[in-house]
């Protein structure tokens, strides 16, 4: 392979890790999903989830993620192409934003799906329930 070649690649892989890094570093709402994604990830610690359990939670926390940055990139876009207010503009934010609020929804549910059997079956979650019948 020529060097130029395995060069742009290389590069590639910078630009990619710097786009990340700015989303992480400078979005508000990047910052709550790493919250979220930290809170998931102890709670999978706490309760030993199962291997294939960790991949649905990684996932999730992938989608959330990625939705972030196509919104994020797609803002910063369409900021640049219609700097004043365009109701086709407005449009498209809005949408990307509601992408990543189903992806955010789609991780809620999964983390439900998963932790939900843990949290019941803790003595003082399992009493309350059983006072609740």
């Known amino acids: 392979m020529p060097r130029k070649y395995i060069k742009k690649r290389l590069n590639s892989f910078g630009y990619a890790l710097r786009g990340m ?3 992480f570093r400078y979005e508000p709402n990047m910052k709550l999903h790493v919250l979220a994604a930290i809170e998931a990830i102890f709670l999978g610690w706490f309760f030993h989830i199962k291997p294939s359990e960790w991949c649905w939670i990684i996932l999730a926390i992938g989608l959330v993620w990625m939705a972030e940055i196509f919104n994020t990139a ?15 503009a ?12 189903m992806a955010a929804f789609t991780a809620l549910a999964i983390g439900i799906l998963i932790f939900w059997p843990y ?4 003595p003082v979650v399992a009493e309350w329930l059983k006072n609740l019948s």
């Open 74 to 88: 797609l803002e910063k876009l369409t900021d640049l192409v219609s700097p004043d207010y365009h109701e086709l």
């Open 90 to 101: 407005g449009q498209a934010k809005d949408l990307a934003a509601g992408a990543v609020l």
């Open 119 to 122: 949290v019941a079956a803790l």
């Open 21 to 23: 890094g700015a989303a």
